[in-house]
């Protein structure tokens, strides 16, 4: 059965302590996975997507590599403006394809 | 650009009654989505659209319908609520294609009494 599984449920940072969260996968081939951001009260906020083992993104303080089993997001000399709600997606290649298996999310507190 | 709008942002509704979460975006995007989103649990798919007159069901459907009649508006019914569709509910459109980026919007928070 396809599924995600983030880890750690929950993150608690001092502002400037780097760390990464884990997505990881098993799916019967990778279409692509996708990270996004979600603040309290708000949907969820694109970050990036990521098609095969080896690739890598960068965003400001993000980034986030790929794996043949997982994905790391890893956060270098986070800020409090960091803190929400990290969910990792992905998208199989067989059976449906319109179907995206979200994760759970990483709950991520920065604290200055 | 107001991106992705839902309304009502929060109802509460009686077991039995019926009502429709609005969803419309301003982006010209071809695909539209519903998902809901549980404590614990991650994002499941109701219903999806990939243009106006088309929609297809996601992975939760039972007890939900659309409609697809604008590129712009992609409204979710509820008929019949229940306490099990007690949920955050979330509109969401993509341009490429099913499932690429897509841009959600703030979502409605329903409680089914």
């Known amino acids: 059965e396809d599924q995600v599984t983030q880890s750690p449920e929950a993150l608690r940072l001092q502002e400037g302590e780097s760390s990464s969260l884990n997505c990881s996968y098993t799916?019967?081939?990778?279409?692509?996975l996708f990270w996004y951001r979600q603040d309290p009260g708000k949907g969820p906020e694109f970050l990036f997507t990521?098609?095969?083992a080896g690739e890598e993104k960068e965003k400001e303080r993000l980034k986030a590599t790929l794996t043949k089993k997982e994905s790391f997001l890893h956060i270098t000399a986070p800020k409090p403006e960091d803190s929400a709600t990290y969910l990792c997606?992905?998208?199989?290649?067989?059976?449906?394809?319109?179907?995206?298996?979200f994760g759970t999310g990483t709950l991520l507190a920065v604290q200055p | 650009n107001a991106g992705v709008t839902q309304t009502p942002k929060f109802r509460i509704l009686k077991i039995g009654q019926s009502m429709t979460l609005q969803c419309t975006q301003d982006?010209?995007?071809?695909?539209m989505y519903w998902y809901r989103q549980d404590p614990g649990m991650g994002l499941k798919l109701i219903y999806y659209?990939?243009?106006?007159?088309?929609?297809d069901k996601g992975e939760v459907p039972n007890g939900y319908n659309v409609s697809r009649s604008t590129t712009e508006d992609f409204p979710l019914r509820l008929e019949l609520a229940a306490p099990s569709q007690t949920s955050v509910y979330f509109c969401?459109?993509?341009?490429?294609?099913?499932?690429?980026?897509?841009?959600f919007g703030q979502g409605t928070r329903l409680t089914v009494v």
């Open positions: 659209s990939v243009g106006a007159g088309i929609t």
């Open positions: 997606a992905v998208q199989a290649s067989g059976g449906a394809t319109n179907k995206l298996i």
């Open positions: 969401a459109s993509s341009y490429w294609g099913l499932n690429t980026e897509a841009f």
């Open positions: 990521l098609y095969s």
């Open positions: 982006m010209n995007h071809n695909y």
């Open positions: 799916v019967s081939g990778l279409r692509g």
